[in-house]
Every structure is written in C-alpha cells, then in structure tokens.
C-alpha cells in the first residue's frame, strides 16, 4: 500500500515481470478473494415473492422463503456474508417496525440463522425503511420546516440495533449518521450482554446521488428534503476523517466508507490512518452503471465489476459490499481461465 519513493533503486524493466499469466500472479500486489465479500439482500412479508428493482438488474425484494434461496445460493458460491435490508409491511412516525421483534428483519434473520448457521448476518440499522417520512431520524415540524431530531433517534437506533443482536444477527450495522448512534448502540447491547456483537458503522456516509436506485428497492425516499443534514458533503476528506475517528472512540469495531468507486482517496485515507478493518459499499448507483452499460454492450460486465472491486482492496479496503458479489464469487472460482 506505501510504494517506496522512486529514485531511492534502481528501477527495472517491468516489461519482465509481465511475460505470463503465471509471472503475472506471482507478482500480484492485490488480492480479491471471495470470502471478502457482502452480499446486500432486501427482505419483506410474503410467500414466493421475487420483485424486481428496476435500476437494479438481478436484484429482488425478496419474501423470507427467497431470501433463504439467494443467501443459500451465495454461502453455496463461497459468499461468506449477507447484509440485510427491511421493507416492513406498516411505516409510521416512530419507526416502530424497525424494532419490533416481529419485525421482518427480526424474522428474516431467526430464519437464516436457523436454516445457514454458518453463514454471517449482517444487519442494517436504520428508520429511513420504517418511517413514514422517510427519513433516518425522527423528524420534528414547526413554521421554520422539518428538522431531524438527533438525540431522540439514538434510543430507537439503540433498540433496533439490539432486537437484531437478539434475533442472531452476528454483526449490526448502524447506517443513519445520527452523531452518538455508535456510542447508543454499543451501550444498549451490552447493557443486554450482547457485548461480543461487532459494530460495522457506516462511518464515513456521504450524502450521494449514487443512493437512488435503492431507495427504490428500500422503499426509503424521503418524502420531503433530502439527507444533507446527516449524510456527509462530497467535497469534505477531512471531515470523513473526522465521522470515523468519532466512530471508532465510541467503538466501532469496523468502518465503512459509502458509497465506494468515487470515493477510493476516502477509502486509503481512513485505512492508513486508522487501519481498522475497513468496508467499502460499492453502491447501488454503480451497481447500476456497470449493468446499464453492459446491456448495450458497451462494457464487459465482468471485467468492469472486477477491475472496481480490486480498485477499492487496492485503496485499503479490506471487505466489499457488493450486488454483483455472488456473480463474483463464482467469477473467481472459474479463474485460471483467466487473468482477472
Ligand atoms: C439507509 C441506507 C441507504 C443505503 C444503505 N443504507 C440509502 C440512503 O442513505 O438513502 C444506500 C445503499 C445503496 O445505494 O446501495 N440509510
């Protein structure tokens, strides 16, 4: 990851070390494996239910019964990881589906852990999918406009965050950017002994056009204003600095930086400067742009996808969180056929 100052030794022809597939793996400074990948997947109430995302080709809004199949399907291609989304059947002003022990998520995750005990659940942890304003926060009105309420959302946060812990979820997520929420959630889980549950933050969250194919899939679009009052601007480097430094005092136990491809100066910054294991969430606009330009045949799907992730473990990623990671997966297994 530090290249050496050029000019300190001799430099070679690199022409050498490029003669063949097998000279060029030996040298290979960057790995991608499958077991660092996360595989996003959107549950809700229902029987045999697979509904399409329209900016988002190959991904569902699944009922439990598919989402066991898709998680199968990715722990069986060697996807080690899932991280779950909810889209609950009933959205109200307190989120309250959000920390329901009935709540979908709840349920989806009792159900994998029953059905792939191996197989890590990741679960994200937000309002935005259970309010009905569809913001992060609870939200206050008054002449002056709407106003995010940050203090009062960290209780709902904290509560969400452990009736995921207490359904089997082996790590929570937080994704809200509510200033404390990580401080919250760490507090509230070992309060109820989850104490050994990671806390994967959402630490460096930029507020991103890139987002908007999922807020489809989510059904999460604010339905006022937009989220520039807690996600970050994407202009600041060091203020991303500074969310995960903050989130790591209040004891993160993995960082995320989102969305992924635009912001790989981000992703080396907060690896070298805090070197916790840190995620990249290659996002669902990206997602988008690879499979639109593939289908006009105007890219090679495969080659773009493996390019960008390598992209990101070369800036410092350490785990991908990707929509194409069970295509990938099973990409790498046939490798050998190729360089990639
Ligand atoms: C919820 C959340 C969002 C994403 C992950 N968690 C959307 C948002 O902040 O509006 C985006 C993921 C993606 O675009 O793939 N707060």
């Keep these: 990851m530090h290249p050496p100052a050029l000019g300190s030794f001799p430099v070679r022809r690199p022409r050498r070390l490029r003669q063949s597939a097998a000279l060029r793996q030996l040298v290979r400074e960057t790995e991608l494996r499958a077991g660092q990948l996360v595989l996003p997947l959107f549950v809700r109430s229902g029987r045999k239910l697979r509904r399409p995302i329209t900016a988002m080709p190959g991904v569902f809004q699944l009922s439990p019964d598919e989402l066991v199949r898709d998680a199968t399907a990715a722990a069986e291609a060697g996807v080690p990881a899932v991280l779950l989304f909810g889209i609950p059947d009933r959205k109200d002003g307190k989120a309250s589906e959000a920390y329901a022990r009935s709540g979908i ?22 309002l935005c999918e259970y309010m009905s304003h569809g913001h992060c ?3 206050r009105a008054d002449k002056r406009g709407e106003k995010i309420l940050n203090d009062p959302t960290l209780k709902l946060l904290a509560r969400a965050a452990a009736s995921h812990a207490e359904a089997g979820a082996d790590i929570v997520a937080p994704s809200d950017m509510m200033d404390g929420r990580v401080a919250a959630i760490r507090a509230e889980l070992d309060r109820r002994g989850f104490t050994d549950t990671p806390i994967m933050s959402y630490a460096a969250k930029f507020a991103s056009a890139f987002y908007s194919p999922f807020r489809e899939a989510a059904e999460s679009a604010p339905k006022f204003g937009d989220r520039r009052s807690y996600q ?11 969310e995960v430094a903050l989130d790591i005092e209040e004891g993160a136990d993995i960082v995320m930086v989102k969305p992924a491809l635009a912001y790989l100066d981000i992703i080396h910054r907060v690896k070298t400067a805090f070197g916790l294991p840190t995620a990249a969430y290659a996002v669902s606009g990206e997602h988008a742009m690879i499979k639109a330009a ?11 996808t493996v390019e960008a992730l390598l992209a990101m473990r070369r800036a410092g990623a350490d785990i991908l969180i990707t929509y194409a990671a069970v295509d990938v997966a099973r990409w790498l297994k046939e490798r050998g056929t190729r360089d990639g």
């Design 232 to 242: 970050m601007d994407a202009a600041n480097t060091n203020e991303a600095l500074r």
């Design 294 to 304: 593939a289908a006009q045949g105007w890219i090679d799907e495969r080659a773009v």
């Design 137 to 139: 926060g609870i939200v």
């Design 105 to 126: 998520v709840q349920r989806a995750v009792r159900l994998l852990r029953n059905e792939l005990p191996e197989l890590l659940v990741i679960t994200d942890v937000c």
